[in-house]
Protein backbone atom coordinates (compact mmCIF):
# COMPACT_ATOMS: atom_id res chain seq x y z
CA UNK A 1 0.00 0.00 0.00
CA UNK A 2 1.56 3.33 -0.95
CA UNK A 3 1.66 6.37 1.55
CA UNK A 4 -1.22 8.03 2.20
CA UNK A 5 -0.26 11.72 1.00
CA UNK A 6 -0.87 14.69 3.36
CA UNK A 7 -4.78 14.72 4.18
CA UNK A 8 -6.14 17.85 2.53
CA UNK A 9 -3.75 17.87 -0.08
CA UNK A 10 -4.72 17.35 -3.93
CA UNK A 11 -3.17 17.60 -7.20
CA UNK A 12 -5.30 19.24 -10.20
CA UNK A 13 -3.47 16.93 -12.67
CA UNK A 14 -4.64 17.91 -16.21
CA UNK A 15 -8.13 17.27 -15.43
CA UNK A 16 -10.53 19.11 -17.44
CA UNK A 17 -12.93 21.25 -15.85
CA UNK A 18 -15.69 18.86 -15.92
CA UNK A 19 -13.85 15.86 -14.97
CA UNK A 20 -12.64 18.06 -11.95
CA UNK A 21 -15.82 18.68 -11.01
CA UNK A 22 -16.88 15.24 -11.03
CA UNK A 23 -14.05 14.01 -8.93
CA UNK A 24 -15.04 17.27 -6.52
CA UNK A 25 -18.58 15.72 -6.15
CA UNK A 26 -17.62 12.21 -6.00
CA UNK A 27 -14.85 12.51 -3.06
CA UNK A 28 -17.63 15.07 -1.26
CA UNK A 29 -20.10 11.64 -1.61
CA UNK A 30 -17.76 9.52 -0.10
CA UNK A 31 -17.00 11.93 3.01
CA UNK A 32 -21.09 12.15 2.77
CA UNK A 33 -21.46 8.37 3.26
CA UNK A 34 -19.13 8.52 5.53
CA UNK A 35 -20.95 11.03 7.84
CA UNK A 36 -23.94 8.79 7.64
CA UNK A 37 -21.79 5.63 8.75
CA UNK A 38 -22.83 3.70 5.58
CA UNK A 39 -19.22 2.49 5.01
CA UNK A 40 -18.15 -1.32 5.16
CA UNK A 41 -14.58 -1.76 6.59
CA UNK A 42 -12.72 -1.03 2.61
CA UNK A 43 -15.71 -2.24 0.83
CA UNK A 44 -17.99 -1.23 -1.70
CA UNK A 45 -18.25 1.68 -4.26
CA UNK A 46 -19.48 5.26 -5.22
CA UNK A 47 -18.47 5.05 -8.81
CA UNK A 48 -19.38 8.33 -11.56
CA UNK A 49 -19.35 7.92 -15.13
CA UNK A 50 -16.50 10.51 -16.68
CA UNK A 51 -17.92 13.27 -17.73
CA UNK A 52 -17.86 13.20 -21.62
CA UNK A 53 -17.67 9.64 -21.79
CA UNK A 54 -19.41 6.67 -21.91
CA UNK A 55 -16.83 4.23 -20.83
CA UNK A 56 -15.31 5.63 -18.19
CA UNK A 57 -15.59 5.84 -14.54
CA UNK A 58 -14.38 7.35 -11.08
CA UNK A 59 -13.93 4.50 -8.67
CA UNK A 60 -12.44 4.95 -5.08
CA UNK A 61 -8.90 3.37 -4.55
CA UNK A 62 -9.20 0.06 -3.04
CA UNK A 63 -7.73 -0.30 0.51
CA UNK A 64 -8.57 3.44 1.29
CA UNK A 65 -11.65 4.06 3.80
CA UNK A 66 -14.06 6.53 2.36
CA UNK A 67 -12.75 9.45 4.33
CA UNK A 68 -9.77 8.97 2.96
CA UNK A 69 -10.71 9.53 -0.19
CA UNK A 70 -9.92 12.65 -1.93
CA UNK A 71 -10.59 14.26 -5.57
CA UNK A 72 -7.34 13.20 -7.02
CA UNK A 73 -6.74 9.79 -5.84
CA UNK A 74 -10.15 8.48 -7.03
CA UNK A 75 -9.07 6.14 -10.39
CA UNK A 76 -10.08 6.57 -13.77
CA UNK A 77 -11.38 2.78 -14.95
CA UNK A 78 -12.89 1.36 -18.21
CA UNK A 79 -15.96 -0.81 -17.70
CA UNK A 80 -13.79 -4.08 -17.48
CA UNK A 81 -12.16 -2.36 -13.89
CA UNK A 82 -8.98 -1.82 -15.86
CA UNK A 83 -7.06 1.36 -14.89
CA UNK A 84 -6.65 4.19 -17.81
CA UNK A 85 -4.39 6.59 -15.09
CA UNK A 86 -1.19 5.88 -13.48
CA UNK A 87 -2.45 5.16 -9.66
CA UNK A 88 -0.82 4.02 -7.15
CA UNK A 89 -3.30 2.32 -5.30
CA UNK A 90 -4.92 -0.29 -6.42
CA UNK A 91 -8.96 -1.41 -7.14
CA UNK A 92 -10.93 -3.78 -6.53
CA UNK A 93 -12.68 -5.09 -10.08
CA UNK A 94 -15.07 -7.39 -8.53
CA UNK A 95 -16.21 -4.86 -6.19
CA UNK A 96 -17.18 -2.68 -9.90
CA UNK A 97 -18.79 -5.77 -11.56
CA UNK A 98 -22.24 -4.91 -9.98
CA UNK A 99 -21.51 -0.96 -11.08
CA UNK A 100 -20.40 -1.78 -14.45
CA UNK A 101 -23.06 -3.80 -16.01
CA UNK A 102 -25.60 -0.92 -14.30
CA UNK A 103 -23.46 1.76 -15.70
CA UNK A 104 -22.97 0.06 -19.27
CA UNK A 105 -27.01 -0.75 -19.56
CA UNK A 106 -28.21 2.46 -18.06
CA UNK A 107 -27.23 5.76 -19.93
CA UNK A 108 -28.94 8.24 -17.14
CA UNK A 109 -27.04 6.52 -14.49
CA UNK A 110 -24.62 8.34 -14.17
CA UNK A 111 -23.68 7.74 -10.40
CA UNK A 112 -24.22 4.03 -9.13
CA UNK A 113 -24.11 4.00 -4.94
CA UNK A 114 -24.03 0.17 -3.50
CA UNK A 115 -23.71 0.13 0.19
CA UNK A 116 -24.19 -2.83 3.36
CA UNK A 117 -25.44 -0.99 5.89
CA UNK A 118 -27.03 -3.03 9.07
CA UNK A 119 -30.88 -1.40 8.38
CA UNK A 120 -30.43 -2.25 4.55
CA UNK A 121 -29.16 -5.22 4.40
CA UNK A 122 -31.43 -6.53 7.39
CA UNK A 123 -35.00 -5.31 5.47
CA UNK A 124 -33.09 -7.04 2.10
CA UNK A 125 -32.69 -10.06 4.37
CA UNK A 126 -36.80 -11.02 5.16
CA UNK A 127 -39.12 -12.25 3.30
CA UNK A 128 -41.31 -9.20 2.39
CA UNK A 129 -38.73 -6.50 1.42
CA UNK A 130 -39.86 -3.14 1.93
CA UNK A 131 -43.22 -2.68 3.43
CA UNK A 132 -45.34 0.07 3.00
CA UNK A 133 -45.28 0.99 6.37
CA UNK A 134 -43.68 4.46 6.56
CA UNK A 135 -43.26 7.85 5.50
CA UNK A 136 -40.21 7.58 3.96
CA UNK A 137 -40.80 3.80 1.94
CA UNK A 138 -44.29 5.52 0.54
CA UNK A 139 -42.29 8.14 -1.09
CA UNK A 140 -40.63 4.59 -3.24
CA UNK A 141 -43.56 3.50 -4.29
CA UNK A 142 -42.74 1.02 -7.10
CA UNK A 143 -39.62 2.57 -7.33
CA UNK A 144 -37.53 -0.26 -5.86
CA UNK A 145 -36.56 -3.12 -7.63
CA UNK A 146 -35.10 -6.73 -6.26
CA UNK A 147 -32.62 -8.88 -7.65
CA UNK A 148 -32.05 -12.31 -5.70
CA UNK A 149 -28.94 -13.39 -3.98
CA UNK A 150 -26.04 -15.42 -5.82
CA UNK A 151 -23.46 -15.06 -3.42
CA UNK A 152 -20.70 -12.48 -4.51
CA UNK A 153 -21.37 -10.85 -7.40
CA UNK A 154 -18.60 -11.70 -9.83
CA UNK A 155 -20.24 -12.99 -12.98
CA UNK A 156 -21.37 -11.69 -16.19
CA UNK A 157 -24.52 -13.76 -16.29
CA UNK A 158 -26.00 -12.06 -12.92
CA UNK A 159 -25.02 -9.18 -14.01
CA UNK A 160 -27.84 -9.58 -17.12
CA UNK A 161 -30.25 -10.42 -14.25
CA UNK A 162 -29.39 -7.88 -12.23
CA UNK A 163 -29.64 -5.27 -15.32
CA UNK A 164 -32.72 -6.71 -15.95
CA UNK A 165 -34.44 -6.63 -12.49
CA UNK A 166 -33.51 -3.13 -11.90
CA UNK A 167 -35.25 -2.35 -15.37
CA UNK A 168 -35.58 1.24 -15.00
CA UNK A 169 -36.07 2.12 -11.41
CA UNK A 170 -34.00 4.28 -9.33
CA UNK A 171 -33.27 2.16 -6.61
CA UNK A 172 -32.45 -1.94 -5.68
CA UNK A 173 -33.08 -4.12 -2.77
CA UNK A 174 -30.05 -6.66 -3.13
CA UNK A 175 -31.80 -9.73 -1.06
CA UNK A 176 -29.17 -10.60 1.23
CA UNK A 177 -26.80 -8.33 0.66
CA UNK A 178 -27.32 -4.92 0.63
CA UNK A 179 -29.10 -1.51 -1.25
CA UNK A 180 -28.00 0.35 -4.67
CA UNK A 181 -28.97 3.36 -6.06
CA UNK A 182 -28.26 5.14 -9.43
CA UNK A 183 -28.95 8.85 -10.89
CA UNK A 184 -28.15 11.12 -13.19
CA UNK A 185 -25.77 12.93 -10.74
CA UNK A 186 -24.06 12.03 -7.74
CA UNK A 187 -27.25 14.08 -5.56
CA UNK A 188 -29.70 12.11 -6.87
CA UNK A 189 -28.32 9.02 -6.08
CA UNK A 190 -27.18 10.10 -2.91
CA UNK A 191 -30.86 11.23 -2.27
CA UNK A 192 -32.88 8.01 -3.89
CA UNK A 193 -30.59 6.03 -1.48
CA UNK A 194 -31.19 7.96 1.92
CA UNK A 195 -34.67 7.37 1.49
CA UNK A 196 -34.53 3.87 1.00
CA UNK A 197 -32.20 3.62 3.90
CA UNK A 198 -34.09 5.63 6.04
CA UNK A 199 -36.93 3.74 4.95
CA UNK A 200 -35.26 0.76 6.12
CA UNK A 201 -34.46 2.11 9.05
CA UNK A 202 -37.93 2.58 10.35
CA UNK A 203 -39.30 -0.41 8.98
CA UNK A 204 -36.26 -1.81 11.51
CA UNK A 205 -37.57 0.02 14.21
CA UNK A 206 -41.30 -0.44 13.80
CA UNK A 207 -40.25 -4.64 13.34
CA UNK A 208 -38.95 -4.43 16.91
CA UNK A 209 -42.30 -2.70 18.04
CA UNK A 210 -45.18 -4.98 16.07
CA UNK A 211 -47.90 -4.24 14.49
CA UNK A 212 -47.10 -2.10 11.71
CA UNK A 213 -49.62 0.24 10.09
CA UNK A 214 -49.77 -0.43 6.37
CA UNK A 215 -50.25 2.31 3.67
CA UNK A 216 -53.00 1.92 1.29
CA UNK A 217 -51.98 1.89 -2.15
CA UNK A 218 -53.36 5.25 -3.30
CA UNK A 219 -51.48 6.94 -0.50
CA UNK A 220 -48.14 5.55 -1.63
CA UNK A 221 -48.48 6.56 -5.12
CA UNK A 222 -49.66 10.04 -4.05
CA UNK A 223 -46.45 10.39 -1.69
CA UNK A 224 -44.45 9.28 -4.69
CA UNK A 225 -45.72 11.68 -7.29
CA UNK A 226 -45.45 14.66 -4.20
CA UNK A 227 -41.59 13.72 -3.56
CA UNK A 228 -41.13 13.52 -7.84
CA UNK A 229 -43.09 16.99 -8.03
CA UNK A 230 -40.47 18.65 -5.04
CA UNK A 231 -37.65 17.20 -6.62
CA UNK A 232 -37.87 18.52 -10.37
CA UNK A 233 -34.85 17.64 -12.08
CA UNK A 234 -32.97 16.97 -9.20
CA UNK A 235 -32.80 20.55 -8.04
CA UNK A 236 -34.17 19.21 -4.38
CA UNK A 237 -31.95 16.60 -4.29
CA UNK A 238 -28.82 18.38 -5.46
CA UNK A 239 -29.82 21.34 -2.88
CA UNK A 240 -29.76 18.86 -0.05
CA UNK A 241 -26.45 17.15 -0.97
CA UNK A 242 -25.26 20.22 -0.88
CA UNK A 243 -26.08 21.20 2.70
CA UNK A 244 -24.96 17.36 4.09
CA UNK A 245 -21.80 18.73 1.72
CA UNK A 246 -21.06 21.54 3.89
CA UNK A 247 -22.05 19.40 6.79
CA UNK A 248 -19.03 16.84 6.23
CA UNK A 249 -16.49 20.19 5.79
CA UNK A 250 -17.00 21.61 8.87
CA UNK A 251 -16.29 18.53 9.78
CA UNK A 252 -13.20 17.75 8.49
CA UNK A 253 -11.62 21.72 8.22
CA UNK A 254 -8.33 20.10 6.74
CA UNK A 255 -9.92 19.22 3.59
CA UNK A 256 -10.22 23.12 1.50
CA UNK A 257 -11.48 21.36 -1.33
CA UNK A 258 -14.83 19.53 0.16
CA UNK A 259 -16.16 23.27 0.90
CA UNK A 260 -18.68 23.79 -1.25
ZN1 LIG B 1 -22.18 -5.67 -1.96
Redesign the pocket.
Known amino acids: MAKLKTVGSTERHNYSDAEWNARVELAACYHVFEMFGWV ?1 LI ?2 HITVKVPGTDDEFLINPFGLTYDEVTPDNLIRINLAGEKLEDSPYPINPA ?1 FV ?1 HSAIHAARKDAKCVT ?3 TTAGLAIASTVGGLEMSNFYSAQLYGEVAYHDFEG ?2 DDLGECERLVQALGDRPTMI ?1 RN ?2 LLSCGETVAEAFYSLWRLERACQIQMATAAIGNPLMIPDAICEKSTAQIKRFDPEGQGAQRIFDGMRRRAARQRPDLDWLAA
Open positions: EYNGIHTHISMHG
